[in-house]
């Protein structure tokens, strides 16, 4: 925030001069403008100092108490500038009215830093780009696709189409896999509830049997002494176990094998696959209807699928097209797109219609990874009841069968 010393005409045409504090010379613009004077000087005099304890307060107690950027927040964000820049109305002019608009303090901390980007004679990719975490590489190349071709209108309301695609992805496997997973948490605390108190309170009374336990018993007894002493040092060994995995997936080799090893999974990889299919196809598409350079195009796609394992692949796609091999082949060559893809490519590059056609599979690859989500639960819940019948019926044939052999003892008594 600063002072700014500023001279206008009023709509009679009389001379106006005084200060004005502001984030930058264009915020003070519009406020001169909304009450009737037309700028002709605006020049800065001093900066407002910040509140010492403002200054004083750490970076990490500062996170603390921003919310952070989130997918709707960037959804909001590109239909509003699509709507805002189709209107008319200049970049500055629209990123000051997200900024006076918004409800997240995050995001206005960022959209005024693009502001002194582009106050600065920056680009508004290059704004774009000191904000990683908020803007991938693909929404950047988009946004800088746009700024050369003259439409940066057509390229935000086609980034707001795709990250609302994206957004509705998740969203719909989060939904599916949040009842199954609610089912193994129920029964892991059912097992560790039995475990540390109710079998050793059975475990008192056979002891008291003066006989031998039928096997089952005996398994059921030992894991559940095991529990009772070492249970600290199970927990311990737990943590430590998804610590080291969080740690192992962070490194580039183990970011590999994990995504590698996604499409392999029961049910749920072949789910993983065909989103990440989509999203590759939906994002081809997208980079080549908006003349984006292909090989920017790869780059950037490669990034945005969210899997190393397919972007590796599609890096080395990249690599024989720069070779000058065509599109089909680069893509056969990879050996993992599926033969649906492949043929879509080859009759794309044929008839030069390659975006329609991968947006084709983009939407088909949708629709069978919606209809897959939402049977998700129907294909999990009976592995989950005959699993939970074979939990139960273990533990009610260690549990009853000493005092069946009991009851037998006393009847033949």
Same mark, same amino acid.
């Given at each position: 925030?600063?002072?700014?010393?500023?001279?206008?005409?009023?709509?009679?045409?009389?001379?106006?001069?005084?200060?004005?504090?502001?984030?930058?010379? *264009?915020?003070?613009?519009?406020?001169?403008?909304?009450?009737?004077?037309?700028?002709?000087?605006?020049?800065?005099?001093?900066?407002?100092?910040?509140?010492?304890?403002?200054?004083?307060?750490?970076?990490?107690?500062?996170?603390?108490?921003?919310?952070?950027?989130?997918?709707?927040?960037?959804?909001?964000?590109?239909?509003?500038?699509?709507?805002?820049?189709?209107?008319?109305?200049?970049?500055? &002019?629209?990123?000051?009215?997200?900024?006076?608009?918004?409800?997240?303090?995050?995001?206005?901390?960022? $959209?005024?830093?693009?502001?002194?980007?582009?106050?600065?004679? &920056?680009?508004?990719?290059?704004?774009? &780009?000191?904000?990683?975490? =908020?803007?991938?590489?693909? *929404?950047?190349?988009?946004?800088?696709?746009?700024? =050369?071709?003259?439409?940066?209108?057509?390229?935000?309301?086609?980034?707001?189409? *795709?990250?609302?695609?994206?957004?509705?992805?998740?969203?719909?496997?989060?939904?599916?896999?949040?009842?199954?997973?609610?089912?193994?948490?129920?029964?892991?605390? +059912? @097992?560790? $509830?039995?475990?540390?108190? =109710?079998?050793?309170?059975?475990?008192?009374?056979?002891?008291?049997?003066?006989?031998?336990?039928?096997?089952?018993?005996?398994?059921?007894?030992?894991?559940?002494?095991?529990?009772?002493?070492?249970?600290?040092?199970?927990?311990?060994?737990?943590?430590?176990?998804?610590? +080291?995995?969080?740690?192992?997936?962070?490194?580039?080799?183990?970011?590999?094998?994990?995504?590698?090893?996604?499409?392999?999974?029961?049910?749920?990889?072949?789910?993983?696959?065909?989103?990440?299919?989509? &999203?590759?196809?939906?994002?081809? +598409?997208?980079?080549?209807?908006?003349?984006?350079?292909?090989?920017?195009?790869?780059?950037?796609?490669?990034?945005? =699928?969210?899997?190393? %394992?397919?972007?590796?692949? $599609?890096?080395?796609?990249?690599?024989?097209?720069?070779?000058?091999?065509?599109?089909?082949?680069?893509?056969?060559?990879?050996?993992?797109?599926?033969? @649906?893809?492949?043929?879509?490519?080859?009759?794309?590059?044929?008839?030069?219609?390659?975006?329609?056609?991968?947006? #084709?599979?983009?939407?088909?690859?949708?629709?069978?990874?919606? %209809?897959?989500?939402?049977?998700?639960?129907?294909?999990? #819940?009976?592995?989950?009841? @005959?699993?939970?019948?074979?939990?139960?019926?273990?533990?009610?044939?260690?549990?009853?069968?000493?005092?069946?052999?009991?009851?037998?003892? +006393?009847?033949?008594?």
């Amino acid at each position: 925030m600063a002072v700014f010393a500023y001279k206008g005409r009023n709509a009679r045409g009389d001379l106006m001069q005084g200060t004005l504090e502001g984030d930058d010379s *264009y915020a003070v613009a519009d406020k001169m403008m909304n009450t009737g004077i037309t700028p002709l000087e605006i020049r800065e005099i001093r900066v407002v100092k910040e509140n010492p304890k403002d200054l004083s307060e750490p970076a990490w107690l500062k996170s603390l108490h921003q919310t952070p950027i989130t997918a709707k927040d960037l959804i909001l964000f590109s239909r509003q500038m699509h709507t805002m820049l189709k209107a008319g109305v200049p970049i500055m &002019r629209a990123l000051t009215g997200l900024q006076e608009s918004t409800q997240n303090k995050s995001v206005a901390v960022m $959209i005024q830093d693009l502001r002194e980007s582009l106050d600065k004679g &920056r680009e508004l990719s290059v704004a774009l &780009r000191l904000h990683p975490k =908020v803007f991938s590489q693909f *929404y950047i190349s988009m946004v800088q696709v746009g700024e =050369v071709t003259g439409t940066l209108d057509e390229m935000f309301i086609r980034l707001h189409d *795709y990250l609302d695609f994206e957004r509705e992805m998740h969203e719909n496997i989060r939904a599916a896999t949040r009842y199954p997973m609610f089912v193994i948490m129920a029964m892991a605390v +059912a @097992v560790v $509830i039995v475990n540390l108190f =109710v079998l050793p309170a059975f475990a008192k009374v056979f002891a008291g049997f003066h006989t031998e336990l039928p096997l089952i018993t005996r398994m059921l007894m030992g894991f559940s002494a095991f529990m009772v002493d070492y249970w600290l040092l199970m927990l311990v060994a737990l943590i430590a176990a998804v610590a +080291a995995f969080r740690y192992y997936i962070t490194t580039t080799n183990g970011r590999y094998k994990w995504d590698k090893y996604k499409f392999k999974l029961p049910i749920a990889g072949g789910i993983l696959f065909k989103s990440t299919l989509s &999203r590759f196809a939906r994002s081809m +598409a997208l980079s080549f209807k908006s003349g984006m350079p292909i090989l920017q195009g790869l780059s950037s796609v490669g990034m945005v =699928v969210n899997n190393v %394992f397919i972007g590796g692949h $599609i890096e080395q796609m990249r690599e024989g097209i720069e070779r000058g091999e065509s599109i089909l082949r680069a893509a056969a060559a990879t050996g993992v797109f599926s033969p @649906v893809v492949l043929q879509m490519i080859a009759v794309g590059e044929e008839t030069g219609d390659l975006d329609g056609l991968l947006f #084709e599979v983009a939407n088909m690859y949708e629709r069978e990874v919606k %209809f897959e989500v939402e049977s998700l639960s129907a294909k999990i #819940e009976p592995i989950l009841i @005959v699993f939970l019948g074979i939990l139960v019926m273990l533990l009610a044939l260690g549990v009853f069968l000493p005092l069946w052999d009991l009851g037998k003892a +006393a009847l033949n008594k």
